[in-house]
């Protein structure tokens, strides 16, 4: 059965210091996967995604993702945190065998502190 | 500047009352979605529509209906058989001729319903 874990619910960094948002996933088929960002009462915004190209992706606002297949991980991480990063991240796969859904992780709320 | 418009952003329902929130995309998408969020879950999908005039259950579809009339508009229906449907409801839409598979998914603003 396909999943996706997000293995921290919450996570606070100090500004300036890097963010680690981490993701792994749980595929028969070979996945594609995004992280997306929600801000307060807003909808999901497209931060980035690994469609089997290159496996360091690079996505807006400094972020980016690793797609390692051997740890069935996807990781976002950010050199330096920004107080505007405070926001709800989640987690997304979508599969080539699978039938027309995503699947969502169930976020993590990163906390930026001055 | 296209996009996808949710309305009310804010409603609220009576029990026992039927409740429709809108979704508009002009962004010549064919794929529109139904998802709920919940405090601390992930989004789960209600119902979605891959062309117009057809539309399928998603993993949560008791208690709601839906339309697709137009290409353009997929109103969703939160019927007095969902029993705990207070929740920020999301609409979405993709990118017409493709699988989902590495394909973008575009999301509007979202809608609060709560039940008084």
Redesign the interface.
Known sequence: AQSVTQLD?HVSVSEGTPVLLRCNYSSSYS??L?W?VQHP??????LL?Y??AATLVKGINGFEAEFKKSETSFHLTKPSAHMSDAAEY?CVV???G?Y???I????TRLAVHP | DGG?T?SPKYLFRKEGQNVTLSCEQNLNHD?M?W?RQDP??????IY?S?IVNDF?K?DIAEGYSVSREKKESFPLTVTSAQKNPTA?Y?C?SRRPGQ????????????S?LTVV
């Open positions: 619910s996945p594609s995004f997306y009462n807003k909808g999901l915004q497209l995604k469609t089997s989640f979508s599969f080539s699978g027309n859904k995503l969502f992780g169930a976020g | 996808i949710q794929a979605y998802y601390g879950q992930g989004l789960r999908l979605y891959q399928q998603g920020f999301l979405a699988r989902v598979s590495g394909n973008t998914i575009y999301f509007g603003e979202g609060w």
